[in-house]
């Protein structure tokens, strides 16, 4: 994957396969140290399921027999000079957290986060709390109060999906989404 956006969206897609009814998804920029942790309340995994995620040819997937969303997650972490967890209880849920180093020339960019996740917001059922931070600036999204607030009219409908577009790329920690790259 060519951005750290794209990342998330396969391990968020593996939150929503997994059951999650809420994900968490924070995205928070500490000077050149940009950590992402994608939590769910899914069905989790065993033991032996977690301590072998990060193996590209372990799966449960039975449509095919590599996955290799969180093996490159991992991998684009630790490029960096950064880390990689993964820690999961079943019946109770996953957290999956990966450091990078932004300004090692291994990084990739994060990618329009944005745009991920108004997709994720606004083609899932599944609730969603979004976390922002740039160096102290912060935004966060949480589509249980939206859902409340539009009384079960879908995130989907394109009057409230082009509410909550503009609603992410004007409340991001700077009025706008900006990349890794220009903070340094």
Known sequence: MQEISLNILDVTQNSITAGASLIGIDVVTRGSELTVEIRDDGCGMTEEQAANVTDPFYTTRTTRRVGLGIPFFKMAAEMTGGSFSLRSQKGVGTTVTAVFDTSNIDCMPLGDIGETIFLLVTQNECDFVYHREIDGRSFTLDTRELREILGGIPLSQPE??????????ENSPDGREITEREIR
């Open 160 to 169: 409230v999906a082009a509410f909550v577009k503009e609603y992410i790329a």
